[in-house]
C-alpha cells in the first residue's frame, strides 16, 4: 500500500461522495499471478498500519482469508450479501479497463457494481470495454507515478521508502525484514 493507492482512494471518496471505502487486499490476483510478495497477514498488517488512523477507509480480509484466487465477482457477492441495499462501486486503475473483459462473469458483475476508474501515469484510457451493463465512472485524481514492484525493488536495493509509502508501514516492513531477497 503505497501513497499512489492512498491518494486514489481518497480521490474516489471524495468525488463520488461514497459513505465508505472498504480496502480489499486480494489473496493472489488472477491475472497477476506473481505479483504476491508477502503472506498475507503482513500485508493486512501493512494496510492497517497505513490507514489505521483515518476512520474514512475499512479493510475486509475477506479475500485474505478465503485464500486462493481472489475473482472480483466472489468479493462482490459477499459485498452484495453485508450491503443489500446499497450502491456499490469497485475502484481499479484504468489500466485495468482493456482487460476487463477478461474477468470472471464480468456480465454478472457489471450488474452488481459500478466501477470507478482512475488513469495511472503512463496508461491513459484510450478506448472503454464492450461489456453489456457495464457502468463506468472516472474519476479525476492525483497521479502518482509509482508501483508496487518499484517499492519492492527500493526496499531490496536498501533505499529509502519515505515519501512512498505511510510512516508506519515502512517500519513494518523494516521490522520484519519484508522485501530484502527476491522470491
Known sequence: MHFGHLM????AFEQRTLDRLI?????QAPLKPN???????DRLAMLRAAVEWDRRFEISDYELKKGGISYTIDSVRHFRQLYPNDELF???????LPQLHLWKDITELAKLVEFIFLERPGYPVKA?????GLRLHRCD???????STELRERTRLGLSL???????????IRERGLYRTPL
Open 162 to 172: 519515505d515519501y512512498f509509502v505511510p510512516h508506519n508501514a515502512i517500519v513494518y
Open 23 to 27: 480496502l480489499v487486499p486480494a489473496a
Open 128 to 132: 472503454f470495454p464492450d461489456i453489456a
Open 90 to 96: 469497485w475502484i481499479v486503475g484504468g489500466d485495468q
Open 141 to 147: 485524481g492525483h497521479l502518482l507515478a509509482v508501483s
Open 35 to 41: 505479483d504476491v510478495q508477502s503472506v498475507a497477514e
Open 8 to 11: 486514489a482512494a481518497q480521490d
